[in-house]
């Protein structure tokens, strides 16, 4: 199941004991049915439990049976929509003006639906069951509402901007004929969820995120020791060509003491930081002071050829 699913599956199985709170619900998905006129009422979609959720609604608030149909097998890439309908004229024109709606083009918002923020946390949910979509956060960050006509839509973005301490930054495009409302900061789409209800599928956003964020510090941590490590085999096969090149010669001998010890360590343990070297030495001297040392090494080597 798809991550859109999940979040719809959790929102329709929210538990809603104001019907005020159901009304504005079931509002905003007549709303944004395929068809919601005074003649007709007709619902698509390809989620069950927004199917379900549509049905139950319907019934226990206008004591409606809808029409059902199922989706039946269809070619591979075809949608498979299950389809509320109802086609009786007395009981389409009855919702309609229920919510007080007298013209059925370009439909827009009647906020007289949403009078307080119960009922605005309902409306948003209804539209999400309706039209939403919001991405699986192992892919990306992104939350967005299809709608049909545009002022409707751009209504969808001002009720959104209306949650409480949400500051949620919702724009708008259009895209093959639809008005699109999308979201896609990681922070604001896990408010947006949490609003209207579906806090596990917040917290997995927000689990995602942070296992994301572990990763990729693990992964620059890891990339960072790899580039020392490189760093310090490059400057160890140039020690010990230039320790080697010295033993050529017959001028290694020559060196003093304490440039001996150093290139034997350096020849014993070539895999050594020179911090581990200075370690290694009695006394022990600093990362620099061995540096200092292996450089002379080598300009002595450069001399010699």
């Given at each position: ?5 999940e ?12 019907d ?154 259009s ?63 140039a ?34 930081s ?6 290694r ?19 002595l ?5």
């Amino acid at each position: 199941m798809s991550f859109s699913n999940e979040t719809k599956k959790e929102l329709s199985k929210t538990v809603v004991s104001d019907d005020r709170v159901l009304y504005s619900e079931l509002y905003a998905m007549l709303l944004l049915s395929k068809t919601f006129t005074q003649q007709k009422i007709e619902f698509k979609t390809e989620n069950q439990y927004t199917f379900s959720r549509m049905t139950s609604l319907l019934l226990k608030l206008f004591k409606v049976e809808a029409k059902q149909s199922f989706p039946a097998s269809a070619p591979s890439g075809r949608n498979k929509n299950f389809t509320v309908t109802i086609d009786d004229p007395a009981q389409c024109k009855r919702i309609f003006e229920y919510y007080g709606h007298d013209r059925e083009i370009s439909l827009r918002v009647n906020r007289a639906n949403i009078a307080d923020e119960e009922e605005l946390r309902g409306f948003i949910r209804g539209a999400f069951l309706s039209c939403g979509s919001v991405t699986d956060p192992e892919k990306g960050y992104h939350l967005e509402f299809a709608v049909a006509y545009k002022n409707l839509c751009r209504d969808i973005c001002v009720i959104i901007r209306e949650i409480p301490d949400c500051e949620i930054s919702v724009k708008m495009l259009s895209r093959m004929g639809a008005y699109i409302a999308y979201v896609k900061d990681s922070e604001q789409i896990t408010d947006l969820l949490a609003y209207m209800g579906a806090g596990n599928c917040a917290m997995n956003i927000m689990g995602t995120k942070a296992l994301k964020q572990v990763r990729n510090s693990a992964n620059r941590i890891a990339n960072s020791e790899i580039a020392n490590l490189e760093k310090v085999a490059a400057a160890s096969a140039a020690q010990i060509k230039a320790i080697n090149h010295l033993k050529k010669t017959g001028k290694y001998n020559l060196l003093p003491d304490h440039l001996k010890e150093v290139a034997d360590l350096r020849l014993e343990y070539p895999e050594f930081s020179l911090r581990d070297i200075g370690e290694r030495l009695d006394p022990k001297i600093s990362r620099s002071g061995v540096n200092h040392r292996l450089e002379k090494i080598i300009r002595l080597s450069k001399e010699e050829s």
